[in-house]
């Protein structure tokens, strides 16, 4: 059939040479995944069943990540999200429904406080929030519609390290699933399935990402059951992720394990340092003593990622606590951890009575790829300026 140029522009003859082999993995983006003949065109989501039918499923890019993430995590199958949010917020869609009950621990990433209170109550949802420490004795919260329990281990800025394999065989005994975010182990330094988690997820922005470029997330199950709910809901929700950003994260998992132990060297000697300094009441590290749950990071992980607080002596003011954050140099200021550049974030917990007693003075670091001794000397003279101020 003759072509005019412009057809062409769609339709080409012209090719480049096959046979191209590299370390890079390829990029494919696609909405409309070509069928063979009329009659094999389905639109179904399960792509490992069925092949592939549509971008919104994941195209080889996706579900390479998918499948690699799935490896690292020893789980049986792996869904890729927009974020980390995505995940959190697909998991509760895909097994709640009205009057349904869940726990959440008053650690829990914000953002997944906030869905389950203004989203899944409103869907008729009952949520309790209960103390990250509290173990075994979960059980005494289960109630007759109680589906779900969520975990987050160590919990956001406060890190509190929780006892999963005790809230897990509490909740398996009641019939309940949990869920946990598995963020701050990056997925490697806490096997979640191993100790009694049935969906895990993490935010895929941070160490996988790597460099603070991307948003990203995943949901690891460990059976088919769970597969089949979250992938449904992956559909309708249309939670597709762009196959660009998928390559920077198949990229950022070839350096995790290089970046990763930089990152704990150089956390576990400055939270070390911190917590001789005269200024600092507690380091919130996971891998000190001072840190609750303590015990049971040295059982359950096997290491430590570049994530941690301070809480400074109780004679600092607010000023003084956001002064030490401004004074410092190479500590940048923002959200979203886990890259090459080290962060400093000071939060207040007010006078909440559901969270510890820290108010205003408590910072969260994260500790990037700089060199250490430059790190110490930024935060030493942050620390001198806070006391004279
Ligand atoms: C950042 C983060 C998320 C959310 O990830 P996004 O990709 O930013 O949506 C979820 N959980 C934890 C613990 C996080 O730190």
């Known amino acids: 059939m003759p072509k005019t140029w412009k057809t062409k522009l769609i339709h080409p003859d012209a090719h480049a040479p096959e046979g191209f082999s590299s370390l890079a993995p390829a990029t494919h983006r696609g909405s409309t995944v070509l069928f063979p003949n009329a009659a094999a065109v389905q639109d179904t989501w399960d792509q490992h069943a069925v092949g592939y039918t549509y971008g919104l499923y994941g195209t080889p890019t996706t579900l390479e990540l998918a499948a690699r993430i799935c490896e690292l995590e020893n789980g049986y199958r792996t869904f890729i999200t927009p974020g980390g949010q995505a995940a959190i917020s697909l998991i509760n869609f895909a097994f709640l429904k009205t009057g349904d009950h869940i ?34 004795e979960i059980s ?119 970046r990763l132990a930089a990152i704990e060297k150089s956390a576990l000697v400055l939270a070390q340092w911190l917590s001789a300094r005269p200024e600092i009441e507690l380091v919130l590290h996971p891998a000190l003593p001072s840190c609750p749950g303590h015990e049971l990071f040295k059982r359950d992980f096997t290491g430590s990622t570049g994530v941690f607080s301070l809480v400074f002596q109780k004679n600092f003011t607010k000023e003084q606590v956001h002064a030490f954050v401004n004074n410092l140099a190479l500590f940048k200021i923002g959200y979203s951890w886990a890259g090459v550049t080290s962060l400093a974030v000071a939060y207040d917990f007010g006078s909440r009575p559901d969270r510890p007693d820290y108010g205003a003075r408590i910072v969260r670091l994260n500790i990037g790829l700089e060199e250490t001794s430059d790190l110490q000397s930024d935060i030493e003279q942050s620390l001198r300026r806070m006391a004279q101020s």
């Open 103 to 136: 726990l959440v621990p008053e650690s829990i990433y914000y953002p997944n406080r906030k869905f389950s209170v203004e989203v899944l109550e409103r869907f008729g949802i009952e949520v309790s929030f209960y103390p990250p420490t509290i173990g075994a």
């Open 140 to 258: 005494s919260l289960f109630r007759k519609n109680t589906h779900l329990v969520w975990c987050e281990s160590p919990g956001s800025i406060s890190m509190e390290v929780q006892d999963v394999p005790a809230i897990a065989a509490a909740a398996h005994k009641a019939g309940v699933l949990v869920v946990l975010d598995n963020t701050w182990s990056a997925g490697v330094y806490f096997d979640a399935f191993a100790h009694g988690v049935d969906v895990t997820m993490q935010a895929l922005t941070k160490y996988v990402g790597g460099h603070s470029d991307i948003l990203l997330g995943s949901i690891t199950v460990r059976d088919d059951a769970a597969y089949q709910k979250i992938g449904l809901a992956h559909q309708l929700l249309g939670c597709a992720a762009s196959p660009d950003d998928c390559t920077l994260a198949l990229r950022g998992l070839k350096t995790l394990a290089v």
